[in-house]
């Protein structure tokens, strides 16, 4: 914990002048789209934003069965952490892609698989974070948590897949490994550059987050007066 | 690579499409709504950290 400490301010400045010029660049310098105008240009926004949302929620489920399997108490600390981050994140999706959706499907909101199954993750980040907060034994709300999480962890693939499994209003993926980016260069790498700059600003988050968590449940511990 | 998409502070500001239509305050309101969360949660935690930091001294 110590060496990630020390390695915050790195990523933290890093991240955001990568973040900030790639958003500039998106904004100002890339030209307009041709079916979609200007408003295009939330992507550099939104498409960081979900794609953070649902990493985040794939490391929370690493790290819950790190701690079922191997009884590492940090890791369910870092579960803990990552879920408010989490919940922040997929609000800004969400908001931003209702934003986006006035402009270019003329509705901020449909009952589409890809917007409700990204609703039900925000609804599940809440609900994670409230139950664990509900418990007055905290070894009992960790497991909850853990097992919780896990069985979440099924909606992922399925956000992910939502646009291919049904017919859906939200455009399929720009980018996959696989295929050729559907999006032109000249609009891709300030894409690339905004995704890798929120990764490590949400990163810095977590890590303040993590904190936070240690902080708040090693308090009576004696070595965390050398942490402070 | 670099061509600027705007000639003036009105034109970023209102990001009139080829349509017609005004999309700057769709974007300006989603840039206004991402960087106003993030600012709060990195507020909320260093204020929270320090708050708890000083009651453990």
């Known amino acids: 914990m110590y060496q990630v400490s020390r390695a915050y301010p790195y990523i933290f400045y890093f991240s955001l002048t990568l973040y900030l010029l790639s958003i500039f660049w ?48 940090l890791s369910v ?10 919940a922040i994140t997929t609000f800004i999706a969400l908001v931003s892609g209702s934003i986006w959706g006035l402009p270019t499907w003329g509705t901020w909101w449909v009952w589409d698989a890809r917007i409700v199954s990204t609703l039900i993750l925000f609804i599940m980040y809440l609900g994670l ?26 909606n992922i693939p399925i956000i992910k897949m939502s646009v291919e499994w049904w017919s859906t209003l939200h455009q399929p993926a720009s980018i996959t490994i696989s295929d050729k980016p559907a999006i032109d260069l000249i609009m891709l790498y300030p894409l690339f550059g905004s995704i890798i700059g929120f990764t490590g600003i949400v990163t810095c988050l977590v890590i303040l987050s993590s904190k936070l968590q240690i902080l708040k449940r090693e308090r009576n511990k004696s070595w965390i007066k050398s942490y402070v | ?44 935690y260093k204020k929270n950290i320090k708050k708890i930091s000083k009651k453990l001294k």
């Open chain 1, 26 to 73: 998106g904004l100002f310098l890339t030209p307009e789209d041709f079916v979609q105008g200007n408003s295009y240009r939330i992507i550099y926004l939104h498409v960081p934003a979900s794609f953070i949302s649902q990493s985040l929620y794939m490391a929370m489920a690493i790290a819950s069965a790190i701690f079922l399997i191997w009884k590492v108490k």
């Open chain 1, 77 to 86: 600390y870092l579960v803990r952490s990552i879920a408010p981050i989490g």
């Open chain 1, 129 to 154: 974070i409230s139950l664990h907060d509900s418990f007055s034994n905290h070894e009992k709300a960790d497991k909850f948590l853990s097992v919780l999480v896990l069985v979440g962890s099924v």
């Open chain 2, 1 to 44: 690579m670099f061509n600027n998409a705007f000639n003036s502070l009105s034109e970023v500001f209102l990001m009139q499409s080829q349509n017609g239509q005004n999309h700057g305050i769709f974007v300006w309101s989603v840039v206004v709504i991402v960087f106003i969360s993030i600012l709060a949660t990195f507020i909320f």
